[in-house]
């Protein structure tokens, strides 16, 4: 039986590391603000989530139940996506460039154009720095 939990445990955690990878892949070569966010935040957010749950199930196995491991699963799943998406929120008010290739942006459609202030410190359209 501990055999099994194991290679449960082993998965889990390779599971985890595979994400973190990821994740790390992700906001190195992604493009923009936008994406290397999503992948830091969506990807990384699972690679924890699955590492800690490894942690939990190797040491539930061992008659060591800490249900801080639970409380840090569950924290992390509820804040690590809803602070990347405000992060990114705040970069497309404060005028942060999409990638030229981005094809869609709905929060364009949402909010309309704004006025923003861009890099260089002036107030523009967020239209006006698509182009």
Do not use: Q
């Amino acid at each position: 039986m501990t055999e099994i939990l194991d290679i449960v445990v082993l998965v889990f955690i390779l599971i985890g590391a595979f994400f973190s990878v990821v994740a790390a892949i992700g906001v190195v070569r992604l493009p923009d603000v936008y994406t290397r966010n999503h992948a830091a935040s969506k990807s990384a957010t699972l690679g924890v989530m699955f590492i800690l749950m490894g942690t939990f199930i190797h040491f539930a196995a061992e008659d060591h139940t800490n249900t801080r491991l639970i409380l840090a699963i569950v924290f992390i799943f509820l804040t690590s996506p809803v602070g990347g998406h405000l992060i990114n929120r705040a970069a497309y008010y404060t005028g942060v460039k999409m990638w030229d290739r981005s094809v869609r942006d709905d929060l364009m459609e949402r909010v309309g154009n704004l006025n923003v202030r861009s890099a260089d410190g002036k107030n523009r359209k967020t239209d006006e720095l698509k182009k």
